[in-house]
């Protein structure tokens, strides 16, 4: 089992920047591939990005070129680095883990709480 366990969220004025973190326990997290969506109410889960076990990224057209996923196997931390954010960014932002890269969300097996990021205009 692993544990996932999201912080950084809060409330940002558009233009601004948040790093949301991604905790693990359980397991390491250095076998796995890490995914973040993101949910606003009334709407279906999105894709943000995800990295591989060796750190390679892809991002979904809503998140390149404003945002950056890193990780720190040796603190068994992802990282969701957002810059420039719109108001439409605003959302619940969900870290999740899965043996194989992967962009539907169906194919994470383990996944945290969330944590809200809003954006003002």
């Known amino acids: 089992q692993v544990q996932l366990v999201e912080s950084g969220g809060g409330l940002v004025q558009a233009g601004g920047s948040l790093r949301l973190s991604c905790a693990a326990s359980g397991r390491t997290l250095s076998s796995y591939a890490m995914g973040w969506f993101r949910q606003a109410p009334g709407k279906e889960r999105e894709f943000v990005g995800t990295?591989?076990?060796?750190?390679?990224?892809f991002l979904g057209a809503s998140a390149k070129g404003r945002f950056t996923i890193s990780r720190d196997n040796a603190k068994n931390t992802v990282y969701l680095q957002l810059n420039s954010l719109k108001p439409e960014d605003t959302a619940v932002y969900y870290c999740?883990?899965?043996?194989?890269?992967?962009?539907?969300?169906?194919?994470?097996?383990?996944w945290g709480q969330g944590t809200q990021v809003t954006v003002s205009s």
């Open positions: 999740a883990a899965s043996r194989y890269t992967a962009l539907n969300a169906g194919e994470y097996s383990y």
């Open positions: 990295i591989s076990w060796a750190s390679s990224t």
